[in-house]
């Protein structure tokens, strides 16, 4: 896995950190083009992409200064009822209450997980062991939550031959992973 450039490795400590803290199961959360679901059969999906990559240093300075940034889709497949984090089925509300109330549990399972200082350690600790001797740079800074989309409703996911149904969906973001690189 060395040959992998430090964003791959931040979306894989990004999804490894929300399944080890949540208890997700991998057709729950994947790294996914476009954060789409992969599988019908699920209630629900967490998607992660990347989002940004830029290099804030000067031509005379002596580091790279990047700067990362994550996309993170959060699903909520229509055709099946959810259940609240007590375990309470929700079939008797409104659909739209329905979806936005599972989007809004999912959406802060999925904040809380990844701003934390845990996913910077799990980003580190997945670079620190894939990186070539004496080429190590660490995330030196948590990602910050920049907001969600508003809920969407989606038709055709292309990615999993969907054209019928109806999906849930709000995009999140991420931003504020920082790490030097000497050049």
């Not at 400590?13 to 991998?26: A, E, Q």
């Not at 057709?27 to 699920?42: A, D, E, H, N």
Request: with cysteine; aromatic share 8%; glycine share 6%.
């Amino acid at each position: 896995m060395a040959d992998l450039d430090a964003m791959s490795f931040i979306l894989m400590g990004v999804r490894d950190n929300l399944r080890s803290k949540n208890n997700w199961k991998d057709k729950q959360c994947r790294i996914s083009f476009g954060t789409t679901p992969i599988s019908l059969g699920v209630p629900w999906f967490v998607g992660i992409e990347d989002l940004s990559e830029s290099n804030e240093a000067d031509e005379e300075d002596m580091f790279d200064r990047y700067e990362y940034g994550v996309q993170i889709g959060v699903w909520r497949n229509a055709a099946m009822y959810p259940n609240d984090r007590e375990g309470v089925l929700l079939q008797d509300a409104d659909t739209y209450l329905k979806d936005r109330k599972m989007l809004h549990d999912l959406t802060t399972c999925v904040v809380d997980v990844v701003k934390s200082t845990d996913t910077v350690q799990c980003i580190n600790d997945l670079l620190s062991l894939n990186s070539r001797p004496n080429c190590y740079s660490p995330i030196l800074s948590q990602l910050r939550y920049m907001g969600h989309s508003k809920t969407e409703i989606v038709t055709s996911i292309p990615s999993i031959e969907v054209t019928e149904g109806r999906w849930a969906r709000r995009i999140l973001q991420f931003r504020g992973a920082k790490q030097i690189i000497t050049r």
